[in-house]
């Protein structure tokens, strides 16, 4: 029978905890409770108390009542939901996760939820998911649940909504996964500007017997590839647009963060990169390009989407970081230079055609890898056939070399 656990405040929501718990139960499932209550006694007895959640979140709850500071006690329970769930999963004895909360219990609630592998059930029934989200969702698979209501009681709404919830989680630890073949997974990084490469790239990976992973290189879809590939689950990776790296650099909105082309290369397994996107810093609306670049070549690709042309300099300093990311891999790893350009607005009669800064980035790249890093230069667009065959050939070679 699979355990959900239900981790919230039950000082304020134990009605609430009640209620989904009677009908998770009903639903043919197991639950453990997790109380993440600081300031009163819980309205009922939780398998996991808040005092082992304050222990483990390295605080006595005593001392925390004593203090009186929410901020505090919602950093410590936070610690200790989040070291307690990783320590059941771990056990195997829970199958999901369903949070209830605020602001404070969500951020609690899905801290735990981001600790847990991707595919693990994970549901967030809270108020404030009409806001930003993406610090509850990260680059984990969180499912969240707008409440409608303030959690705050039992009504003729919120009755529904925690009905709903209780039964979507119920039902995502009861599903089954359907079989696959389980082919091994090659992790590719895709933006509309590359999609051509990747497209036939994905294509030809396919025919030769693996499953590929394509991920938007948005920021968050760089930090998901490189998640998945420390958790184990990729066998070999076609790192076609590093565009991320722009951003991180320059100042965009789509870094990665400074560990993007880390993770392939401390686990060792086959990798061709390549310089897909390296032409642009994205920026949202155009207004929200800031003063200092607003005389550089942009480009509207949608009304909420502004493209900045990198400089030479800006390149060379691109071609630098690349380098020193793929000196350091422990595993067979090749870079792959397109001399005719490397999206398709850089290319003749397109808006970032610029082939001082194109040359800037392979030149810096060209003089800072090492001798183990394979080095192979075509006389094409990235978006040529010819380009993706050859990215396919690489990574294939290096795949059934190791």
């Not at 007895?45 to 808040?50: E, G, L, R, S, W």
């Not at 990747?198 to 394509?214: C, H, I, K, S």
Request: proline share 6%; net charge negative.
């Amino acid at each position: 029978m699979p355990t959900v656990l239900l981790i919230g405040t039950l000082d304020t929501k134990g009605d609430e905890f009640a209620f989904v718990q009677e009908l998770i139960h009903a639903n043919g499932c197991r639950t453990l409770v997790m109380d993440a209550g600081v300031m009163d006694e819980p309205a009922f007895a939780p398998d996991i108390p808040a005092a082992a959640v304050a222990e483990a979140g390295g605080t006595a709850l005593e001392a925390l009542r004593a203090e009186g500071d929410r901020g505090r006690a919602i950093e410590v329970m936070l610690r200790g939901v989040r070291r307690l769930t990783l320590d059941l999963f771990e056990a195997g004895r829970i199958d999901g996760v369903l949070g209830l909360g605020g602001g404070g219990g969500t951020n609690i609630a899905t801290a735990a939820m981001r600790a847990l592998p991707v595919g693990v059930p994970k549901l967030m029934v809270s108020t404030v998911v009409a806001a930003d989200v993406r610090p509850y969702i990260d680059i984990k698979d969180v499912t969240l649940m707008y409440s409608v209501v303030d959690i705050a009681g039992i009504n003729r709404i919120s009755r529904r909504v925690l009905a709903n919830a209780a039964g979507a989680i119920s039902g995502m630890v009861r599903q089954a996964l359907p079989p696959g073949d389980d082919r091994p997974l090659i992790a590719a990084s895709m933006f509309g500007v590359t999609t051509p490469c990747v497209t036939a790239l994905r294509q030809r990976l396919e025919r030769e017997g693996y499953e590929v992973l394509v991920f938007h290189a948005n920021g968050s879809g760089g930090r998901a590839m490189e998640s998945l590939i420390r958790d184990g689950f990729i066998a070999g990776v076609a790192d076609v647009t590093t565009t991320e790296w722009c951003d991180e650099l320059v100042g965009g909105m789509l870094s990665a963060g400074p560990e993007r082309l880390d993770a392939a290369g401390q686990a060792g397994i086959p990798q061709v990169v390549s310089v897909g996107a390296l032409d642009m810093v994205n920026f949202h609306a155009r207004a929200t390009v800031p003063d200092r670049f607003r005389d550089r070549t942009l480009y509207v690709h949608n009304p909420n989407v502004t493209l900045m042309r990198t400089t030479p300099e800006e390149n060379r300093r691109l071609g630098e970081v690349i380098a020193n990311k793929l000196n350091a891999a422990a595993g067979p790893v090749c870079l792959m230079l397109p001399l005719r350009g490397v999206s398709t607005i850089d290319a003749p009669g397109q808006p970032f055609y610029d082939p001082a800064a194109d040359a800037a980035l392979f030149d810096a790249l060209r003089a800072g890898v090492l001798p183990h890093v394979a080095l192979r230069e075509l006389d094409v667009h990235i978006n040529d056939p010819v380009f993706a065959e050859a990215l396919a050939d690489e990574l294939l070679a290096r795949l059934h070399a190791s």
